[in-house]
């Protein structure tokens, strides 16, 4: 019998990377496909030259062309940190209202089934505490975030009217603050910002007084319920995430204990529109996945730390991804 062949875009990023690992190592046929202005080929280096993986160089935002069968799309291609979002505005609202369109008509050729990767960014800065999905959500339009929290709206509400107005199998997952190995050291996440910080000897910057609060889902628990969701019959939005809340402060104290730097915490100012508290409500994903998340904190976090452990000096301090700069002189 042929392979499953799967589309996986943004497939050299950080959750892409570890999207192709899980569905290759399932026995599918990965196609990945990336643009590399955020992702990094080094993500996925190790799939290249194996059987039924192969990688394209494209950019979702013009026409797609793929020759033969296709089974599933998973649309993960997007910029996905506050700081990329300031840096490259257009093309986030590009790859996520463009982008999504041209992969919804090509799962509509291909019949394919597409789950397009969604975020707890539409729900804003929430007024419900936690998160349902059925909450609206409470988003600037014109804000700093606007370009990615609009956009991913409009990505999800495209993709309901493929699926309504043509008959479009479609799955949309609402991803929680995710992390793990891969991330990129310096996309300004607070993650990698803290553990970076910590190996280059600096001190950790918490942003306004860290009593907003997030909710850290380890990559391999992500990975799992997205593929959950991917294979249910599920088409309206799930969120997948960790429900286990913690202040910034503290998150910042525990970075400090888990890295053992005898650096302090140091203030700056908020970010505009930096959500004062992020939790998933995951009784959905429980009830029609039969998922919940596995990994502790403490356990997740340092694998994480493993990994940014790993990285050359050069890549430790250098400041800047070198295609941002490429990218925005043009
Ligand atoms: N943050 C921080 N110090 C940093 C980077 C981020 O205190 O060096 C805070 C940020 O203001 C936010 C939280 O950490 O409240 C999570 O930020 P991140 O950019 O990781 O993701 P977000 O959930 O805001 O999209």
């Known amino acids: 019998m042929a392979l499953k062949k799967i589309l996986i875009t943004g497939a050299a990023g950080f959750l892409g990377s570890h999207l192709c690992d899980k569905f290759h190592k399932e026995g599918y046929y990965v196609v990945a496909m990336d643009n590399l202005i955020t992702g990094d080929k080094k993500n996925i280096e190790h799939l290249i030259g194996l059987e039924n993986f192969e990688f394209v160089a494209h950019d979702v935002t013009n ?45 509509k050729a291909k019949k394919a ?106 990559v391999d628990d992500q990975v799992e319920g997205i593929y959950r969701l991917l294979l249910s019959d599920y088409e309206l939005p799930v969120n997948i995430g960790n429900p286990y809340e913690i202040t910034i402060k503290a998150f910042a104290e525990e970075i400090i204990k888990l890295t053992g730097t005898t650096q302090k915490i140091i203030y700056k100012d908020l970010p505009v529109n930096d959500p004062l508290q992020r939790q998933p409500d995951i009784s959905l994903a429980k009830k029609i996945l039969n998922w919940s998340p596995k990994v502790q904190r403490d356990e997740g976090m340092k694998k994480t730390f493993d990994y940014f452990k790993s990285l050359s000096p050069e890549e430790l301090y250098k400041s800047e991804h070198k295609s941002f700069d490429k990218h925005i002189k043009r």
Do not use: W
């Open 63 to 107: 026409f797609i062309e793929l020759r033969g069968n296709l089974d599933y799309i998973l649309h993960f291609a997007s910029p996905a940190s506050p700081i990329d979002y300031l840096k490259i505005p257009i093309q986030t609202l590009k790859v996520g209202a463009l982008g999504t369109h041209n992969l919804l008509g090509l799962a």
């Open 113 to 218: 089934r597409i789950l397009i990767a969604s975020t707890s960014e539409i729900y804003g800065d929430p007024l419900v505490h936690p998160q349902t999905e059925d909450y609206y959500g409470n988003v600037n339009t014109i804000g700093p975030r606007g370009v990615y929290d609009e956009a991913k709206r409009f990505q999800e509400a495209i993709t309901m009217a493929y699926n309504r107005f043509h008959g479009l199998e479609t799955r949309i997952v609402r991803i929680f603050n995710t992390y793990g190995p891969r991330m990129r050291l310096n996309d300004g996440r607070v993650i990698p910002a803290f553990m970076g910080q910590a190996l280059r000897g600096e001190d950790l910057t918490v942003f306004g007084d860290g009593s907003q609060t997030r909710s850290f889902c380890y």
